[in-house]
């Protein structure tokens, strides 16, 4: 790679810059010390976070040395959303954020090469700073009419609700992050989303103003869907980095659905492939579209990376498996149900006897009647963990607790495509 800033425009990484051309000349003579902020604001990272993590990734590979900070200090107070003033945390629940989002990070950078990464934290030089202390040797060399200018803060301050003191102070506190890695480690670059720019140039400034250095910023644009509907967002939810929160089978399923119109711009902003592989990737979504090689090299790509090569292997083995191309007997019993989650599996309670394979496919939701039910029975195109059932069954004929995978759940598939299922509770 012989400019990074070229690889990154390539995968249209870069949506704003101080001053691109100096930075390339400080990249070009490098390496850089450079660092990106992830705030616990919640107990996980998600997968917007995710391109600021994988482009200080990239950095890294092209030789230069980056500082992960998880902010133990700012995210006791959160930066201003549009919407509204933010909940404030207890201090212990977020410290224990602080370490899970710390270990989500660490796996995904390098700590040992010859740029190896470091992990800072901004609580150890905020909280031992006196309130008077920041006023004077940090607050001084903020000015209310840049500060006020910002999108954020301009919005809140329009609205009904406005803004408290601590939330307009956010951009004061993650530009003293920015002069104290400057001191510490020579850091003269910070990278982060398109709506961190105000935050972003708050620290280039206050390092000109006290240092009289010039340092730079970049950031990267937000990432969209061209459908109109918001980027990591499901009808369930947030995609989470979390295994806990979001199931790797449902985080591979996400990027195997992903819209044919934007899964090339998605291999260049969560990939490693080089221009040639997505070129190619990308040839194959055009001419067959149907088989969503690219969306199914995405979803491996991160699922392995984040969850691991056998997490990836059971997940694509549950994905055969529902649909009849595998063994389900073989899936474990955490990857079965997160794949049953996932289709929208009903939870019933029952007595000692199950209910009817009718009002299972009814209950299930896979048809919206008993006679739907009966019909697709009879029709021979239905299917209960993928053994079809027999045309010939009688309304009142059920399955027995024996048929009951891991001692709880029923695949239902109608047809060969629709899948459902029960979990016995």
């Not at 902020?37 to 590979?61: E, K, M, W, Y």
């Not at 989500?104 to 006196?130: C, K």
Request: glycine residues 8%; charged residues 25%; negative net charge.
């Amino acid at each position: 790679m012989t400019d990074i800033l070229d690889e990154l425009h390539w995968r249209g990484l870069i949506a704003l810059s101080t001053d691109e051309q100096a930075l390339r000349s400080a990249l070009a003579a490098g390496p850089v010390t450079y660092y990106c902020g992830f705030d616990p604001t919640a107990p996980s990272l998600h997968i917007g976070n995710l391109v600021q993590v994988l482009t200080v990734r990239r950095l890294q590979l092209a030789g230069h040395d980056p500082l992960a900070l998880v902010g133990g200090a700012t995210g006791l107070i959160g930066d201003p959303k549009m919407t509204g003033e933010r909940t404030l945390n207890d201090r212990d629940v977020v410290s224990g954020w602080v370490e899970r989002i710390r270990k989500q990070i660490e796996p995904l950078l390098d700590f040992d090469g010859p740029h190896p990464a470091r992990m800072v934290n901004n609580l150890d030089w905020t909280a031992p700073l006196s309130a008077i202390d920041f006023l004077r040797d940090v607050g001084k060399h903020f000015r209310l009419s840049r500060m006020l200018a910002k999108e954020s803060v301009s919005a809140r301050l329009n609205s009904d609700q406005g803004i408290s003191f601590t939330e307009f102070s956010y951009q004061i506190l993650q530009g003293m992050d920015y002069l104290e890695l400057h001191r510490r480690y020579g850091c003269v670059l910070q990278t982060g989303g398109s709506d961190q720019w105000g935050n972003l140039t708050s620290g280039v400034d206050l390092i000109h103003r006290v240092e009289r250095q010039s340092v730079h910023a970049l950031a990267t644009p937000l990432i969209t869907k061209a459908d109109g509907t918001k980027f990591g967002k499901t009808e369930t939810g947030t995609i989470w980095l979390d295994p806990e929160m979001t199931s790797p089978y449902s985080f591979f399923q996400f990027w195997v659905n992903v819209d044919d119109r934007d899964v090339v711009g998605y291999l260049k902003v969560f990939s490693f492939r080089s221009r040639d592989e997505i070129a190619e990737l990308e040839r194959e979504a055009a001419e067959k579209p149907a088989a969503r090689s690219a969306q199914r090299a995405l979803a491996e790509d991160l699922t392995s990376m984040l969850h691991g090569p056998d997490e990836t292997a059971k997940v694509i083995a549950a994905s055969r498996a529902l649909f009849g191309m595998g063994a389900l007997e073989e899936l474990d019993a955490g990857t079965l149900k997160a794949a049953l989650d996932e289709a929208g599996a009903s939870v019933l309670e029952t007595g000692e006897e199950l209910p009817s394979y009718v009002d299972l496919f009814v209950q299930s939701g896979l048809v919206d009647s008993r006679s739907a039910a009966r019909r697709a029975i009879s029709d021979g195109g239905a299917y209960v963990n993928n053994v079809r059932l027999d045309p010939g069954l009688a309304p009142e004929d059920r399955p027995a607790r024996d048929d009951l995978l891991h001692g709880r759940y029923l695949v239902l598939r109608r047809g060969k495509r629709t899948v459902g299922g029960v979990e016995i509770a």
